[in-house]
Nanobody
């Protein structure tokens, strides 16, 4: 069965960095786009970053562009989110997700992703 397991969250001061990892299993990882989303308390889940199946195309929410970098290692079935220059407003539970179709949609819509990890908490103190 499909499993996505995030790790790497934690508490960091504003301006600091964290790298999130998402280990995937149960599907042909190299054939699917992957995404990262986040959800802050009392807010809707929002798109953060996405990467095409070939890693040839990445796309970001405006709020994280230039600070976050998504990458994918097909050899170890893992997608990463490098987060630099963190701000208190980045505080949220971060989720990785698998795109529903094997054809690349480069989509920011949560409904286009069919499997989700359990999430990892990121807290940025001011």
């Amino acid at each position: 069965q499909v499993q996505l397991v995030e790790s790497g969250g934690g508490l960091v001061q504003a301006g600091g960095s964290l790298r999130l990892s998402c280990a995937a299993s149960g599907f042909t990882f190299r054939s699917y786009d992957m995404g990262w989303f986040r959800q802050a308390p009392r807010k809707a889940r929002e798109f953060v970053a996405g990467i095409s199946w070939s890693s040839g195309f990445t796309y970001y929410a405006d709020s994280v562009k230039g600070r976050f970098t998504i990458s994918k290692n097909n050899a170890v079935n893992t997608v990463y989110l490098q987060m630099n220059s963190l701000k208190p407003e980045d505080t949220a539970v971060y989720y990785c997700a698998k795109q529903q179709r094997s054809s690349s949609l480069s989509t920011r819509i949560a409904a286009d992703y069919d499997y989700w990890g359990q999430g990892t908490q990121v807290t940025v103190s001011s």
